[in-house]
């Protein structure tokens, strides 16, 4: 059986702690009055199930493949054009458009009133384990813990926030800053006042964007500088590595960037590859660029008891070491699927080392899918090395339908594939990955092993899916933080189930300030990646978003609280003008629904997909709007329009 926990991890900051069983699921009942909703909480009727489920990652797949090739048609050519100068020529077409359409007759000013938040602060969603409400925020790109407990933040595009001991919610510390997207974060081991973000998300999903190169803060993450000037403009920085004796001395991971869900070249010595810098991220020196084959390096790892040793993989290629800082690199390849084709897919190698003091050697782990010399696609699989690198072996999978590490990333191993092993006990490792939707009752995303990859414990119930990030305390690695696309969970004790026996695991969800106690405004993280807004002009109080992995959801009437009602991505939503009740939206692909209720309930959406060829090539979030003059006429757009 479940139960439910209160932990006192700051003081003024109250967090509640799930503690739940594989196959028997806690939380709070849907259904239930939300203290701070004002009575406007959806309920949830009996049977009801999210339609996303119907929507696989293979047909996500598809659909992006789909998109490549359509654009990659379009810029082909004797002299094929790239992404930039295609949209450059697109842009100069339709401002020469506009000259030939007349001005609009001046208006008076009607928006000259400061914006203000509105939350989500935060959403509350229906779990997709055992149907628990649960508080999510948005993607995380990537976290750390400082020494003295603070807590710091990395969103996909919502810049870098600090909890802190004596905080009692989440502080945003970039929003005044260019880039807001991160893709690393490190703190310097030997003075952990200065803080490194990596601007740019590495996760290479479509809407993964670009950065601006490298941040500094040297109070502990309270207000950030630009410090890398046009190092890195354009392009993602997907990992940082800093010298445990020397804070100014810090390496990057440098891959491609996105501007939306178009490839971007990198400007001026971004190259992608391994960097150094040994100025605090002033000046940058290219150690190894990335071969041709490759848009970028992945990953770097710094051996902690013999800092001039390097680790490092690119994207599409392979694994690297360095014994000499970075001078000269060598792959190790040993022992990993022999005659496979890595470019295929291409395989993206995450690593994580943990090389405690007066071990004989480093650990390493390392994960992936890939493409066998005879063209079959191979589900996800983690390999262990105990010398070093020189020589790898594949690890058990694990046991039963939840145990089981199996295609822990399913296809999205480019977007989500995290491996990290406890920096002081090599034998604990982390593995985390995608969601478990094909599973008996769904469960997984996350994994830990206490014996070195042997067996592995699904602490993934109830979870969001998508993990991008996990970090350890370093003053106790019991303290764990992990990031996925719904936000940022705490655990004091490295997830739970830390007996053979014991079938429950705890989290916390950072939310909320206190969930278990109905407070769910208090955590003040607001980092939802809005795909669209719409309201309604005779019931303003119910303001809807389509937002990245967190559904279609609508505001609580009396507060910043905000409600999921689909599940799954969220594209485009609209409200009927003049009928509140009738509420469109659509998920990834070409999915459009509709609600009859206002929004009264949760998944009650149904399809609405009759006449259109769903086999048709389209956006990730295809076009979707409705005529304001007559609200019973929709129109959407694949390559074709509806």
Known sequence: MGGKGVVRLFGALVLSVSVVALGVGPGLALGFPAPNGGGDAPSIKSGAKSLDNQLSDATEASLLALDNQYTASRTAGDQPLSIEQAGALRSAATDQAKLLKKAPAPGPTTFNASWTPIGPDPILQVARSDNALVPVSGRIGALAIRKDGTFILGAAQGGIWTIGPTDSGWVDRTDNLPSLATGALEVAPSNDLVVYDGTGEGALSGDSYYGNGVLKSTDGGITWTHVSGDFFLGVSISRLAVDPNNANHLYAAVLRGRGGARRVSPPVHSTY???????????????????????????????????????????????????????????????????ANYAAVPTRFSLGISHPAGAAHATLYTGFDWVDAAGHH??????????????????PTGTGPFDTVLDYCTTQCFYDNVIEPDPTNPNVVFVAGSFGYNMPIPSGGIFRSDNGGTTWKNLGWDLHPDFHALAFDPNNSQNVLIGNDGGVWFSPDQGGRTSSSDTQNSVASLQSADFQNGDFNGGGLQITQFTSIATNPTRTARIWGGSQDNGTERKAAASNTW??????????????????????????????????????????????????NLADRSEFYTPFVLNQNNPNQLYLGTYRLY
């Open 273 to 339: 590859g391994i960097w150094e810098s040994k100025d605090g991220g002033v000046t940058w020196t290219l150690l190894k660029a990335a071969p041709a084959t490759s848009l970028g390096a992945t990953d770097v790892r710094l051996d902690p008891q013999t800092p001039t040793t390097l680790y490092s993989s690119f994207w599409g290629d392979a694994i690297y070491k360095s014994t000499d800082g970075g001078a000269t690199w060598a792959p190790i390849m040993t022992g990993l699927p022999a005659g």
């Open 378 to 395: 191979q589900a996800a699989r983690i390999f262990k090395s105990t010398d070093d690198g020189a020589s790898w072996a594949v690890l």
């Open 563 to 612: 409600f999921d009602l689909a599940s799954g991505d969220g594209g485009q939503v609209l409200v009927d003008p003049t009928d509140s009740h009738f509420v469109y939206g659509t998920y990834f692909g070409i999915s459009p629904y509709r609600y009859t209720d206002s929004g009264d309930n949760f998944f009650t959406n149904q399809f609405i997909e009759n006449g259109i």
